[in-house]
């Protein structure tokens, strides 16, 4: 499978997440609470499938950094979500808002990637960044 595929699942799959996230925020859960299970939850499933694919754990020591900055990413991205869609009268607002992330990675991505930046590109950034503003209006 290319990853035009696998990046369309993603996408389904972070709006099903939205939704019962925004779902549970909604009817009164505890942020903390919700937080705590559905990281061990996903732990769990993680972790069968690693043992399912048969790769084990091999973490080079050189790439705990990373690992360690990732899942303070994951955390926040879960908490200040949870956070916004308590408040929000759409939890599409703030998705819309976390979807900025895209022009996040996209700059980032030149200096630390030496990804290509063309026109088109820009353009799109800025076609994102108006559809986040009509969304929120």
């Known amino acids: ?28 859960f505890d942020l903390g609470r919700i937080n705590l299970n559905v990281f061990f939850l996903v732990f769990i499933f993680v972790g ?21 900055i ?12 949870l956070m916004a869609i308590a408040i929000a009268p759409n939890p599409g607002y703030v998705s819309g808002l976390t979807s900025l992330s895209v022009v996040v990675v996209a700059i980032a991505s030149i200096f630390l990637f030496d990804a290509h ?15 986040i503003y009509l969304i929120g209006r």
């Open 48 to 68: 069968l499938q690693q043992i399912l694919s048969g790769n084990g754990y091999k973490l080079p020591s050189s790439q705990l950094i990373y690992v360690f």
């Open 117 to 131: 930046f063309s026109v088109s590109k820009f353009l799109g950034i800025a076609l994102c960044l108006l559809g």
């Open 70 to 81: 990732a899942a303070v990413g994951a955390f926040a991205i879960i908490h200040f979500s």
């Open 1 to 28: 499978m290319t990853w035009v595929p696998l990046s369309l699942l993603a996408g389904l799959s972070l709006a099903v997440h939205s939704l019962a996230m925004a779902k549970l925020t909604k009817n009164g």
